[in-house]
């Protein structure tokens, strides 16, 4: 009798015990999902960050599911309100304001990310993923522009260093414009064009060292058709009109002529260096952005960020918001500049001696400091606007201050269009 | 009573059947009737397939024209909004105007030059199927790969072909998909090449397919070959042009693959000037997310195209 009670407590404690390790792996097994866009460096950077970020936390598994980028906006906007997808969703910032709206997200929880301290430990332009009270998402990376230029060219026309401000910008871009007998540009001093990231340096750059403000009332009233405006879209036209360094898509894309080394000097975002990289015959340099007649300097910066969908509650809630705070660490921004070539969204990841130093990540990494982000309605409608008040001005003849009085109106009525809502 | 119902009766294993309803209604038809049934069973996949893939989606369509959404989120109405919208926006009209400049150069070129091709291509003996197979090319090459190397094509001094030839003899250059004037012409000329092994191919099947007797009694009577053309060739080919006529309008006022990538960087441009209504249809989609508009500017497509397939039928039709 008593061998046989003993064996019932015996089984009674061991099926216990089982249960209770049975619910501890069910309580371990946590998993979130996250969703981004395809790009190859950017899935294997976030793979190392997952299995980093598992190792750390062994209680949480994170599924990283990957759209092409035509139809990733689709997907998260029909699976969210399903409950179904991501816990943790990447997306552009331009878009935060529809994924506010549509409720596809949840304000980051305060205590784990309060407001003070993101904007004590971030790059200044991320203030743009604030709304109210709350952090609506959080960027890893950033990219901003520099000045890329022809190490080749600089040393078969006596420079010795990049343009520092943009009166030095345009004397340079004269000495290494190349033309034919008949007059035609064969290689431009520096490359323009709306289409490209021009419309960035204008917006952000050029106006602010002319001593505007593009936009005012948080980027939903333009204010770039004023004396200060024309003064910064008269400089540019003039780089082509009056000093004839350039041609606004000269040889199709600015890229291309300065890839095909027919560019002296070419304004460009962190991203590209991919693609310049390995290049054959082809010598270049970075520098910052050139100052403005007054010294200001001033940058423009873009980035995608990461957010917690409104679908996560409860535990999954808890170990999304672990691993967003593992994806704003310096630890995870190292690893994706490394793998990526992104910028880290943090002065404390960036700043770094060995990242400041850096000859190519450098510039774009002082640039951080002072760069802004435009919010954007409807970035492709606000960049035509740019292009067809430049293509105005030359293929029509209008006055520069008319086209861009043009432009205003034309921007406005976007921006209104929006925001009405 | 048990003669008349036993004379009736079918043999026992129909007997089985004809309890069952559906049975007992199809046993009653006719043949012609069962014929029409059997025609439905084999249709009804194509017909759902249809209801499902386009129908369904033509009617959302008309309806998301008097809604906003943005993909994201719930739909709302909007009444005629979107449409008050598209009447009051001027690049809307300037694409209007594009869309059928495209369809007024486009259709009759391309028609004009496939015929005289295709009239003396027929009287070729020689390599005659090299040279038909080399204007039949352009039709199976890639739109994007033949709209980037036109692009090329007309690019200014130093990678542009045209450009460099006119500037190695001294001319000065021509602008071509820079310049608000040249651009739609220049985006045309390549979409009006590539189509026109096809019509061609089409033509010379008509040409064929005209009996020699009445040739042969023209040559008798003496008639001038410019008679021939136009009392004999060109009548009997009538079923071929409204064919091309129909086809190639269709197809120019869909025009995208070629505007938009020789004009990737500024698409439609410069100053919208080559934009044609499926490109804004694009762009108002997705690049603004502005799904109610991008739908209505669709329906104004479709009404468009409805209209022109329909006179030109009407106008072409045999009286």
Not at chain 2, 102 to 131: C, E, N, Q, W
């Amino acid at each position: 009798m008593k061998s046989m009670n003993r064996f019932r407590t015996f089984v009674l404690g061991a099926a216990t015990a089982a249960l209770t390790a049975a619910s501890v792996t069910a309580a371990s097994a946590v998993e979130i999902e996250y969703w981004q866009y395809f790009f190859e460096a950017r899935i294997t950077a976030m793979e190392k960050l997952i299995e980093n970020f598992e190792k750390a936390n062994p209680d949480v598994t994170v599924k990283m599911t990957h759209f092409p980028y035509d139809s990733y906006r689709t997907k998260v906007a029909a699976a969210i309100p399903a409950g179904q997808g991501p816990d943790v969703v990447q997306l552009f910032y331009g878009w935060l304001n529809d994924y506010v709206e549509a409720k596809l997200i949840q304000p980051l929880p305060a205590d784990a990310f309060p407001p003070e301290k993101i904007e004590a430990e971030f790059f200044p332009m991320v203030k743009a993923m604030r709304m109210g009270d709350n952090y609506w998402a959080l960027p890893t990376a950033v990219r901003s522009l520099a000045l890329f230029y022809n190490q080749r060219m600089f040393d078969d026309a006596g420079i010795d260093h990049p343009p520092t401000d943009l009166d030095e910008l345009v004397e340079m871009a004269q000495k290494l414009t190349q033309k034919d007998g008949a007059g035609n540009l064969t290689a431009v001093g520096l490359t323009t064009g709306m289409t490209a990231q021009d419309h960035h340096w204008i917006r952000e750059v050029l106006i602010r060292q002319y001593g505007g403000e593009p936009y005012l009332d948080d980027y939903k009233t333009v204010n770039y058709n004023n004396e200060t405006g024309i003064e910064a879209f008269t400089f540019y036209n003039d780089l082509q009109a009056k000093h004839g360094v350039t041609k606004a898509a000269f040889m199709d894309e600015p890229q291309a002529a300065f890839k095909a080394g027919r560019a002296g000097m070419h304004i460009d975002g962190s991203f590209r260096i991919g693609a310049l990289e390995g290049v054959r015959g082809l010598k270049w340099g970075v520098a910052e952005l050139p100052a403005g007649p007054d010294g200001t300097r001033s940058n423009y910066a873009s980035y995608w960020v990461n957010a917690i969908t409104s679908k996560a509650e409860g535990e999954k809630l808890a170990a999304a918001v672990k691993f967003m705070e593992y994806l704003t660490s310096d630890e995870a921004m190292q690893i994706w500049l490394e793998t990526v070539g992104e910028l880290p969204a943090k002065p404390s990841a960036a700043m770094t001696e060995k990242n400041v130093n850096d000859p190519v990540y450098g510039p774009f990494i002082k640039g951080l400091e002072y760069a802004r982000t435009t919010v954007f309605a409807n970035e492709s409608a606000q960049r035509q606007v740019m292009v067809d008040m430049m293509q105005r001005i030359e293929l029509q003849g209008q006055p520069v201050a008319e086209s861009v009085a043009q432009a205003a109106t034309e921007e406005q009525k976007i921006l209104d269009e929006y925001y009405k809502k | 009573m048990r003669r008349a119902s036993g004379f009736a009766r079918a043999p026992r294993h129909l007997e089985v059947w004809q309890r069952n309803g559906a049975m007992r209604f199809y046993h009653n038809l006719t043949i012609s009737q069962k014929q029409i049934v059997w025609a439905w069973a084999f249709l009804a996949l194509p017909v759902l397939f249809y209801v499902v893939i386009r129908f369904y989606p033509t009617a959302n369509a008309f309806v998301l024209s008097f809604q906003e959404w943005n993909l994201l989120g719930a739909r709302s109405f909007a009444g005629f909004d979107n449409y008050v919208r598209l009447y009051n926006d001027p690049v809307f009209w300037k694409v209007f105007r594009n869309t059928f400049m495209y369809l007024i150069l486009g259709t009759p070129i391309s028609l004009v030059l496939s015929f005289v091709i295709a009239y003396h291509l027929d009287k070729v003996r020689f390599m005659h199927g090299t040279i038909r197979a080399l204007y039949f090319l352009p039709f199976m090459t890639s739109a994007v790969a033949m709209a980037w190397v036109w692009r090329w094509f007309y690019q200014p001094v130093p990678i542009g072909v045209f450009n460099n030839f006119l500037a190695s003899f001294g001319f000065s250059q021509i602008q071509f998909l820079s310049s608000t004037t040249n651009a739609l012409p220049s985006v045309l000329a390549p979409a009006i090449w590539a189509g026109l092994g096809f019509q061609v191919i089409i033509f010379m099947a008509g040409l064929r397919a005209i009996p020699q007797s009445y040739y042969e009694a023209a040559r008798i009577d003496g008639v001038s070959s410019w008679t021939v053309l136009w009392e004999i060739t060109i009548p009997l080919l009538k079923p071929t042009i409204v064919f091309l006529v129909v086809f190639s309008s269709i197809g120019f006022l869909r025009i995208f693959d070629q505007v938009y990538n020789m004009t990737t960087n500024n698409p439609g441009g410069p100053l919208n000037s080559t934009k044609p209504l499926v490109l804004l249809i694009y762009d108002t989609a997705f690049n603004g997310f502005n799904m109610g508009y991008a739908a209505a500017q669709t329906v104004v497509l479709f009404t468009i195209l409805l209209i022109v397939s329909l006179i030109q039928l009407r106008i072409l039709r045999d009286r």
